[in-house]
């Protein structure tokens, strides 16, 4: 896959705007792209922007980093702006993870790394974990309240 796809929809009082990247490093860029379109929408302020791309980044990588071994794999982002709140989702296909309770990955927690998921809980105002597209993967959805 060498290719991104986006579309666009109306949600009730809101947009979804939904991307598809290659499980690829490089390509993490454009959710961060897609999420800055998106705050000129709502004029987010610069620091709140800084946050949501930080925590976006950081989904986006460990889908990246976890899902695939080989990095032949997508990542479906998906970004609901309604007037009170951004809702992200970032999900993979990849075997999955469960996350410990003070927000690392399981098999992270002795390594380099493993803070992606304690990053996204202190930005965020919701975060909840699930499976991903037909029950196999991971989903990762948090949810800024604006």
């Known amino acids: 896959m060498n290719e991104y796809v986006a579309s666009s929809e109306d949600a009730a009082g809101g947009r979804v705007v939904y991307l598809t990247i ?4 490089e390509y993490i860029t454009l959710s961060r792209l897609a999420l800055s379109g998106l705050a000129r929408v709502r004029a987010f302020s610069e620091d709140t922007l800084a946050d949501l791309k930080l925590a976006l980044t950081e989904a986006c990588s460990n889908s990246v980093r976890h899902a695939y071994d080989q990095g032949e ?32 990955a399981i098999e992270d927690e002795l390594s380099e790394g493993g803070l992606g998921i304690a990053i996204i809980r202190s930005i965020a105002d919701e975060v909840e974990f699930g499976d991903g597209p037909e029950g196999r993967g991971s989903r990762l959805r948090f949810v800024k309240l604006l």
């Open 22 to 25: 290659p499980a690829k490093p």
């Open 73 to 104: 794999g997508r990542v479906d982002i998906s970004f609901e702006l309604l007037d009170d709140r951004l809702i992200v989702e970032v999900a993979d296909d990849g075997p999955g993870f469960e996350p410990a309770a003070d927000g690392r």
